[in-house]
Nanobody, 123 residues
Framework: QVQLLESGGGLVQAGDSLRLSCAASGRTFNTMGWFRQAPGKEREFVGALTWNGGITDYADSVKGRFTISGDKAKNTVYLQMNGLKPDDTALYSC??????????????????WGPGTQVTVSS
């Protein structure tokens, strides 16, 4: 059983930065992903990291602004968010999946999820 817990969300102004953390208890799978869901919208892929080699992948909407990193010893994944925009306002959740090549952008391929942390960006 894997439990994930996000932290680090908050209310910030446009242009500010935040770093989200996702702490895992138990052994996670190969892929760690970040997703977000804004009110009235579907959950969308933000980015993912594979513990095998630390390869990352990002949605076009956050590429160049967000960075995912991981500390395997702490069983924690981070999402550094710079240049935040009001459109980034959402509930951010981390999840873990066995799949990288075919499923890292597909939320249905993720088996365990954290409850999420709210990020609100004011203009």
């Amino acid at each position: 059983q894997v439990q994930l817990l996000e932290s680090g969300g908050g209310l910030v102004q446009a242009g500010d930065s935040l770093r989200l953390s996702c702490a895992a208890s138990g052994r996670t799978f190969n892929t760690m992903g970040w997703f977000r869901q804004a009110p009235g919208k579907e959950r969308e892929f933000v980015g993912a990291l594979t513990w095998n080699g630390g390869i990352t992948d990002y949605a076009d909407s956050v590429k160049g602004r967000f960075t995912i990193s991981g500390d395997k010893a702490k069983n924690t994944v981070y999402l550094q968010m710079n240049g935040l925009k009001p459109d980034d306002t959402a509930l951010y959740s981390c999840a873990t999946s066995r799949s990288w090549a075919l499923g890292r952008r597909n939320s249905q391929r993720y088996e365990y999820w954290g409850p999420g942390t709210q990020v609100t960006v004011s203009s």
